[in-house]
């Protein structure tokens, strides 16, 4: 038969409690270092391994924090899910990954399936303004974070990008270079990034400057914005620098702006934001906004996890921490000539 906790509890010489404490990553710290040395060595001879389900009956807790991401295949949530797992590993915890876009209808049916898992938690990657789905869960009363989205929303903490300072970055370095009349493709106005950006362009811009709203963060949908300003007469077409809400819609303007006939950074500068992996290996290469997505990972599990495991006499308030971009320059911008123009 499998050794049960209480034989290694017995072969230590420890209660049965003192036992599972010294075992649980989230309880070891509070067992002496000789005395979980001693259930440690027990647990190893006799080949125990923990039942999880006992110590979800026993603690009311399942040790799974739900993280929901709009798109698994986009390289952007790789390094976000990457920090968000080690330190939730660290903490004691394991992540369970679901997909559901923003607009997915099926988004309410993914997040009960990851509650009737008994989730301790939620990272919300994948939020829209005045989302119904997060009054859902605010009546619910479970811990969660919105990580990348979210910014202005007052009940759940978040951990975001300062969207205005990537703005102006952007901004600035194709002023610099010459660059007067200037393109925001724009991501979706329902979206807290795509909205913040956009506002944090037209501020900083100002006069001579355009927007163009991508439908989606994506190639397809940067190749399509493009495209139709590409499209327009000559007369009202005059922006050399384009600077896109994230690099999926950098890259499907490259694309469009190569089939046109046209290069960069010869006849258009183009600015991504993100740096996702790889940016510095697509032609040209990519000058973007850097963004600290594994940081953006790793702080929004540490936050959840003070959420999960609040003081006894003080309740956490929602806050919203900020994280500072840095721009990367490269290939895919350059000083303004009016050559072909």
Sequence with gaps: MAATLRDVAQLAGVHT??????????????????????VEAAAQSLGY?????????????????GMLVPDIANPLFAPMLQ???LSLRQGGWTLLLAQAEASDANREAVLRALLERRVDGLILASSLIDDPLLDWLHTRGVPTVLVNR????????????????????????????GHERLLHLAGPRNSS??????????????????????????????RAAMQAYLARPAARRTATGIVAANDLIALGAIEAIVASGA?????????????????DRVHPPLTT???????MGAQAAEVLMTCMNPRADERPRPTTRLLHPELVVRGSTAAFTSRGR
């Design 263 to 279: 290069r960069v950074p010869r006849d258009f500068s183009v600015v991504g934001h993100n740096d996702m992996p790889f940016m």
């Design 150 to 177: 979210g910014l202005g929303e007052r009940r759940f903490p978040s951990v975001v990008n300062d969207d205005t300072q990537s703005m102006c970055l952007a901004v600035t370095h194709l002023r610099e270079l």
């Design 83 to 85: 920090g968000a797992e």
């Design 289 to 295: 906004v850097h963004l600290p997505i594994g940081a």
């Design 17 to 38: 409690a003192t036992a599972a404490r010294a075992l649980s990553a989230t309880g070891r710290d509070k067992v002496a270092a000789a005395t979980r040395t001693r």
């Design 49 to 65: 391994t923990a039942n999880a389900t006992a110590a979800s009956l026993r603690t009311g807790r399942s040790g799974f924090v």
């Design 193 to 222: 990034t795509g909205r913040s950006r956009e506002a944090a362009f037209r501020q900083y811009a100002r006069t001579r400057s355009e927007v163009v709203v991508a439908g989606h963060y994506t190639i397809e949908a940067g």
